[in-house]
């Protein structure tokens, strides 16, 4: 017998705990279950030419920057290039979609980005150079420094939006982060931090197959990293990130909901890394030339051609054009990269704290000591120990 | 710090007896007041008002937006003051427990540290991380880390540790202002220390950085901070009973140290001991001893000796006071201190 059944029971109904009520409906949130298209689609006739040739030009230059940065490993002039080659569609929208007051928040291999938004290459290079962590004043820029400890840029990201928000400034920000990186804690706390804040930020997965060499099967058991966003309470977009009209579009979208005070969005951007992690790596260790050679038919910049050249927006005489700009570009980063940067070994110490502390003091002049012995200069004699 | 400075008579006249968490709040709610910019953040700090009730009244007179209830993620709540400071904010973030900001590691280390640093000086990050440590309040386990000489292994970082009331209030205002990133070690078991204060009449601040002579003496020195610093005096009195005019240095801060104060004190007495809670090996006592007999060893007529936490996780509470350095241990220190050699 259960209880309805007894006696005088019959006004029961099973009701829910008292403190239960949905927060946010799950459906509006969830993201499209093929990666949203614009090229080869109806809804290409709706993009605006002048951007499409604009996006082809930014590709065809950042394809002939990841070459020249990866040449320049070969030459010793850079120490090591995570190259974003094939991934040019998401590096170049992710720059194009912001106002100059927006903030970007890169990953090491996000370099094109910063470039594309109008960074000096050899100041978004210094980092892989080893000349200085980082080669420009963020803030002068609007864009952080380039992000190697995996995600942790993103609660920055989340900070500095929330920030600009209290005080009542139009600021996006818009960071980015790799199919690897949304494993990382801070992934998950940058997340939820955006959503219960409603922050505008808008957070950019590229998803390009591979963490050095661990594929995504072995890094999430989610339908897709774009249904994330739905835990948080965030809407997920899911992109092709070689349809560099699709990307446009989609980070567009996003960033307007941010800067209506809508909150953040998860654009998860389907994509693949066609080098290997950087020039130190082999990727032949853990994936075939098969799977390589199908994306190679799948490359942002021919997607984007064959767009332009079937509508008759484009013709052998423009790609020569668009490739002349890129290769000047390239010649100019040879040789300004040609050039031994200038260091001084002191400022090792300039920047640790605002004042230096006693025993920065104290090894500065050690150090000084040592490259006056090393230059024969007649310096100032070293500080004396234990003073 | 603009708080303009009471005379010492002014300061008695208005002093009352006030606990340390009061003069810390005191130093919260002036530095807010003082600085729109100035941001509280962290798990329990607004309707609460913190675990230790440090943060009382500030959302209420500062609402949400200055004094944050965050999501329960100790990361995040550093990685999003990161975000802040660089968009010109002051977050000051409090970390619940000693063991519970070790999720905030990372972003102290790789980001808080080192932005100055890896920005050329174009982006310093104005962030102070309270962190209530240490033992001796019978918390249960992961509630009584002493974890300074994680931070103080960092470059970058600054880290104090107040002992006194009025220590509490003045530090904390420093670390506040300092546009360098700011460690600050809350001792819990001095929370509800008391001393007569006048949070009207603040005493003049020193910068960060400078150690003080809280008992002169002529024996020996006993180098400490934090909540080893009452039983460093307790210890001192003590020793009065064995002929032993001990001078009892509290350092408020490990980053910077203030080796010129540490150096003097030792030279006139020729001996010293350091004592702190954290554990030995590896412990800040290691770093103190071996700049003493850099700078001193001419002077010292024994080896600096340490009287710090024993090697191993902290015990549970039951059991925390066989760990804990108390009085006999430090003068039997002392008494190690090869007094012999003087007869």
Redesign the interface.
């Given at each position: 017998m259960t209880v309805q059944e007894l006696p005088g029971a019959a006004a029961y109904r099973p009701t829910p705990p008292p403190a239960w009520k949905p927060l946010t409906d799950p459906a509006p949130l969830l993201p499209d279950p093929e990666p949203y298209r614009v090229l080869g689609t109806d809804a290409v006739a709706d993009v605006d030419p002048e951007l499409l040739l604009r996006l082809y030009a930014e590709l065809v230059r950042g394809r002939r920057y990841n070459a020249q940065a990866t040449a320049l490993t070969k030459q010793g002039r850079l120490a090591v290039y995570p190259s974003s080659t094939g991934q040019e569609a998401c590096e170049i929208a992710a720059a194009l979609v912001l106002e100059d007051r927006d903030w970007l928040f890169p990953s090491y291999r996000d370099t094109l980005a910063a470039v594309a938004r109008g960074l000096d290459p050899v100041e978004a290079l210094t980092l892989l150079r080893g000349d200085?962590?980082?080669g420009y004043?963020?803030?002068?820029h609007r864009i952080?420094?380039l992000c190697t400890?995996l995600a942790?840029q993103?609660?920055?990201?989340?900070?500095?939006?929330?920030?600009?928000r209290?005080?009542g400034d139009d600021v996006v920000?818009l960071a980015m982060v790799g199919d690897g990186g949304t494993s990382e804690?801070?992934f998950?706390?940058?997340l939820?931090?955006a959503a219960?804040w409603r922050a505008p930020v808008v957070f950019l997965v590229q998803n390009n197959g591979f963490a050095i060499s661990v594929p995504l099967a072995k890094q999430t058991a989610a339908p897709s990293l774009a249904h994330k966003a739905v835990g948080y309470g965030m809407p997920g977009r899911l992109v092709d990130g070689n349809d560099a009209a699709a990307m446009h579009q989609v980070l567009s979208e996003a960033v307007a909901r941010a800067r209506r005070g809508d909150g953040p969005t998860l654009v998860e951007a389907v994509t693949y890394r066609m080098e290997a992690h950087t020039n130190a790596d082999d990727a032949t260790r853990y994936r075939g030339d098969g799977e390589v050679e199908a994306w190679r038919a799948h490359d942002p910049i021919s997607l984007l051609e064959r767009e332009l050249t079937g509508r008759g927006l484009l013709d052998e005489d423009g790609i020569g054009t668009v490739r002349e700009a890129a290769e000047r570009m390239a010649e100019g980063l040879r040789e300004q990269m040609n050039a031994d940067p200038a260091l001084d070994p002191m400022?090792l110490f300039?920047?640790?704290?605002?004042e230096q502390?006693?025993?920065l003091r104290e090894q500065a002049a050690r150090l000084r000591a040592e490259l006056d012995a090393e230059h024969g200069a007649d310096g100032e004699s070293p500080a004396e120990?234990?003073? | 710090m603009s708080t303009v400075a009471a005379t010492a008579g002014e300061r008695t006249a208005r002093a009352r007896p006030a606990t340390m968490a009061q003069a810390l709040g005191r130093a919260l709610r002036d530095a807010m007041a003082e600085d729109p910019a100035v941001?509280v953040l962290g798990e329990d700090v607004g309707t609460l008002g913190g675990v230790f009730r440090v943060t009382d009244g500030l959302a209420k007179e500062f609402g949400d937006?200055r004094c944050t209830d965050?999501?329960l993620?100790e990361?995040?709540i550093?990685?999003?003051?990161?975000?802040?400071?660089?968009?010109?904010?002051r977050?000051v973030v409090e970390m619940q427990f000693d063991a519970f900001a070790y999720?905030a590691f990372?972003?102290l280390i790789?980001?808080v540290a080192?932005?100055?640093?890896?920005?050329?000086?174009?982006?310093?990050l104005p962030i102070t991380v309270r962190v209530p440590y240490g033992g001796g309040i019978g918390g249960v386990e992961h509630h009584s880390d002493s974890s300074e000489a994680y931070y103080m292994a960092t470059?970058?970082l600054?880290v104090v540790m107040p002992a006194t009331v009025e220590d509490a209030y003045g530090l904390l205002r420093e670390s506040i202002a300092?546009?360098?990133p700011v460690v600050f070690l809350e001792p819990k078991r001095l929370y509800w220390s008391k001393a007569d204060w006048s949070p009207e009449a603040p005493a003049p601040v020193e910068p960060i950085?400078r150690a003080v002579v809280r008992r002169p003496g002529r024996s020996a020195t006993l180098i400490t901070y934090g909540p080893s610093l009452p039983v460093c005096l307790e210890a001192a009195e003590a020793a009065t009973a064995e002929g032993w005019d001990l001078e009892v240095v509290d350092l408020r801060s490990l980053?910077?140290?203030?080796?010129?104060t540490v150096a003097a004190s030792v030279r006139r007495t020729g001996r010293a001991v350091v004592v702190h809670e954290s554990s030995g090996f590896g412990g800040p006592g290691g770093e103190i001893a071996a700049r003493v007999t850099?700078?001193c060893?001419h002077h010292l007529e024994a080896p600096v000796l340490r009287v710090a936490g024993f090697d191993i996780p902290y015990p549970p509470p039951m059991q925390e006071r066989h760990h804990l350095p108390g009085v006999d241990r430090v003068l039997d220190a002392v008494a190690r201190l090869q007094w012999e050699a003087e007869s």
């Open positions: 200085r962590h980082t004043d963020p803030r002068e952080a420094p400890p942790t993103l609660p920055h990201a989340v900070g500095l939006a929330h920030a600009a209290l005080k920000a804690g801070d998950h706390e940058a939820n931090f219960v400022d300039s920047h640790v704290y605002e502390t006693g025993q120990e234990g003073r | 941001h937006d965050t999501p993620a990361a995040g550093l990685g999003a003051a990161v975000g802040m400071a660089m968009y010109g904010l977050p999720p990372e972003q790789s980001h080192k932005m100055r640093n890896r920005t050329g000086g174009a982006m310093p470059p970058g600054h300092s546009d360098d950085g980053v910077p140290f203030d080796d010129e850099e700078r060893f």
